[in-house]
């Protein structure tokens, strides 16, 4: 089992920045891929970016490219998402997840459904 607790959401004004932090604890494996999604109301959980823990090759979706940065402490088992010129589009929560994935394709990074670990989320509302 992989705990993972994400905190750092909040208000932010449009064209802010927030940055937030996944710590993930119990059976980490460098094996994993850490991702983040987001969920606005009413809407499907979205993709935002992922790291691979191993190597720590990156992903974006198109919407975060540009604004965001993913990265990762091994020390401090921790992932993180650093958010810049937030948008009122980007309101939403935040999940951390974490993935086993052998072969590490585009298609199976980006889906929320790969992901074998969950956090609780974190609630990003930015203010226009």
């Known amino acids: 089992q992989v705990q993972l607790v994400e905190s750092g959401g909040g208000l932010v004004q449009a064209g802010g920045s927030l940055r937030l932090s996944c710590i993930a604890s119990g059976r980490t494996s460098s094996w994993y891929t850490m991702g983040w999604f987001r969920q606005a109301p009413g809407k499907e959980r979205n993709f935002v970016a992922a790291i691979s823990w191993s190597d720590g090759r990156t992903y974006y979706a198109d919407s975060m490219k540009g604004r965001g940065t993913i990265s990762r402490d091994s020390a401090k088992n921790t992932v993180y998402l650093q958010m810049n010129s937030l948008k009122p589009e980007d309101t939403a929560v935040y999940y951390c997840?974490?993935?086993?994935?052998?072969?590490?394709?585009?298609?199976?990074?980006?889906?929320?459904?790969?992901?074998?670990?969950w956090g609780q989320g974190t609630q990003v509302t930015v203010s226009s």
């Open positions: 997840a974490a993935g086993l994935f052998f072969v590490p394709t585009i298609v199976v990074v980006t889906t929320s459904s790969s992901y074998n670990y």
